[in-house]
C-alpha cells in the first residue's frame, strides 16, 4: 500500500478502489465503502491500539490528535464517534459528487465478538471475503448491529426523493408519499 497517512490512503480507497454499492432504491444513497483497519494499519497510520481512558469515556479520540489534524488539513470531516470503534469519514458534497467512507478499527472491537462470532480474528483477506459476502447479501456494516440493522429499512424505503426546487438552487430532497 502506497498510502503513508490516513488521509492518503482514503482518498486512494475512494478513488483508486472505487468501492461501495449501489443504491437499493431509486431516491436512497449509494451506500459507502467500509475500511477496516488491523492492528498494523493503525500502528502504521499512527492511530493507538487502544484508547486513554479519558479518550474511551468521551467515546473518541481528542481533537488535537495528529490523526484528526491530518484528516482536517485535507478537508475530511468526521461524525461525533470519531475513530473509535466505527466512524464515517467524509468530505461535504460538491454537487452530487460525495466522498465518504466508513471505517472500523478491529483493534478497538469493532466487530465485536457476540455478533460476529470470530470475524475479528480471520486474516485480512478473509475478513474481506466475510464482509463482502454480508454487503452483497444484506448491506455494508455501518456500525454495531443494532445501527446496521436499522439500515436496511431506510435504505429500502426512503423518507426523501429528489425533488425541483426553484432555480438556481441544485436538487433537493422532498418527502415521499407512502406506498
Known sequence: MPAKSLPALIQWFLVGAQLGAERPHGSGKDADPLLVLTEAACERYGLPPALSESERLAGRLTEGHEVI???ERSGWQLTERALELWAR??????????GACGCASLP???LDGRPWGHAAQLQPSEL???LGVYAQRVMTPVGSTA???LRPTT??????RAGEPALPWPRCGRPRRPG
Open 69 to 71: 489534524k491530518q484528516l
Open 89 to 98: 469519514i467524509y468530505r461535504p458534497a460538491q454537487g452530487a459528487v460525495e
Open 108 to 110: 478497538r472491537r469493532a
Open 128 to 130: 474481506a471475503r466475510v
Open 147 to 149: 445501527v446496521t440493522g
Open 155 to 160: 435504505a429500502l424505503n426512503p423518507p426523501t
